[in-house]
């Protein structure tokens, strides 16, 4: 058994204690091996060990490995979205995680509308706020939630965030709550459904499933440390 495989086995362990925890089924939360960085070995081995959705952050490494993998391999695109990238992203990823304005939200619908395709996207939130993060700040996603919503062609399947650092998993609780609450809070308010939380990493989804993440992305726990920094925000 690779280490990869090993690293899964002991994560969907973690996933079920705190699905078993919270009173939730195991089925509700998908995990998302974040592989950016590492090599389309290390994909195969996690493919092998039964994972299907993987997520990545800038869009010219996917493509590489994406077509180097089986197409029943399910992307997430989870980084920040350059406007020169949407049309490119849409052709090849299932989901996107982070549209984080307006602007990029309308651009999205348009080309998906050239494309003939209807993207599931999520909404980030920034939700401690920050300069360095991208993302709605949450009154402004009160106020144009309303139009995004009446975008044709983007299927808004929910909210995401990246919490500030913190020093344990415990302290990302309060930036779960948050996100959590502000769906709840915009479902009644739109009487919408908006069913998914794209929240947790590999130092806390545990805390984030118990809070009610669907999608948790998670990459140093399987994969094992990066060796080089991708985003400007995460390492
Ligand atoms: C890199 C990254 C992750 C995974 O981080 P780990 O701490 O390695 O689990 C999750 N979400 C986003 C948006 C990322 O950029």
Request: hydrophobic share 40%; charged share 25%.
């Amino acid at each position: 058994m690779s280490g990869i495989s090993e690293n899964l086995k002991n994560v969907t362990g973690k996933i079920a204690a705190a699905c078993a925890r919270a009173g939730r089924d195991p089925e509700t939360v998908e995990l998302i091996a974040v592989s950016k960085t590492h090599a389309v070995e290390s994909l195969r081995d996690a493919i092998e060990a039964g994972q299907r959705h993987f997520g990545e952050s800038k869009f010219q490494e996917a493509e590489g490995k994406i077509a180097l993998l089986p197409n029943y391999v399910q992307w997430h695109f989870i980084g920040r979205l350059q406007r020169n990238k949407v049309r490119k992203v849409l052709t090849l990823f299932e989901v996107i995680h982070a549209i984080d304005s307006f602007r990029l939200a309308a651009l999205t619908d348009d080309l998906a509308a050239e494309l003939g395709i209807f993207p599931k996207v999520f909404l980030q939130v920034n939700v401690g706020g920050e300069a360095s993060k991208g993302g709605f700040e949450p009154d402004e996603l009160r106020a144009e939630i309303y139009g995004l919503l009446g975008m044709r062609r983007l299927e808004i399947r929910g909210l995401m965030c990246i919490p500030p650092d913190g020093p344990n998993a415990e302290a990302a609780r309060p930036w779960f709550i948050m996100l959590r609450k502000l769906r709840d809070e915009l479902e009644s308010a739109h009487g919408v459904s908006l069913p998914f939380l794209s929240m947790g990493m590999s130092g806390d989804y545990e805390v984030a499933i118990e809070e009610g993440a669907t999608h948790i992305r998670v990459g140093s726990a399987i994969f094992g440390k990066r060796s080089y920094r991708v985003d400007g925000e995460l390492g």
